[in-house]
């Protein structure tokens, strides 16, 4: 009777980990990243607001029940400002795109003048772009948001600390980004 011949498997090889390719990646990848960190750089914008401005934000932000705006930016619709009361009514109205496909930024700010002149204690709006809106419409639609562009049409703001009314030209000032989680 054959027997069959028992396999010997020894656990106490011993091997050397080949790093030298893995190493040789990183000593040419590390100057790369140095050298094109230098021509990207972060910008920001600081602005002070008023500081009228700022008080009314930071009730608005208190207050769970103030008047919310929104502004959608579609890809094929246009621009859409949905504006919701206090009292639960809501409406809204859609600035479509012109004639060759762009979006059409100054019928956008007459609308958000009116709705500012409507609601002149809202200093925030929540923007929802689609993930294919390119970057420079949503700044654009930012900018167009933030400040009034006529120096003639300025907005009510009472100053809490000397009860006076002043007049500001900051339509929405404290945009954010409400669509962050989706993608």
Known sequence: MRRGKKIRINHEYEFELDLAPLLAVMVKLVPVLLVSSAFVQMMTIETQLPQVVQQAIEKNE?????????????????????????????????????????????????????????????????????????????VRVMDEARRSRDNNIRFPITDKQTNKETQTDYMFPEVTFANTMEG
Not at 94 to 111: E, I, M, N, Q
Request: aromatic share 6%; hydrophobic share 30%; no cysteine.
């Open 62 to 138: 208190k207050d769970e029940k103030a008047t919310h705006i929104s502004i959608e930016v579609k890809e094929k619709e246009g621009v859409k400002i949905v504006v919701k009361h206090n009292d639960g009514k809501e409406s809204s109205e859609v600035v479509p795109k012109k004639s060759d496909g762009t979006y059409d930024f100054a019928l956008l700010h007459t609308r958000l003048v009116a709705v500012k002149q409507q609601n002149p204690e809202v200093f925030k709006v929540d923007l929802s772009p689609d993930g294919n809106v390119p970057y420079n419409d949503i």
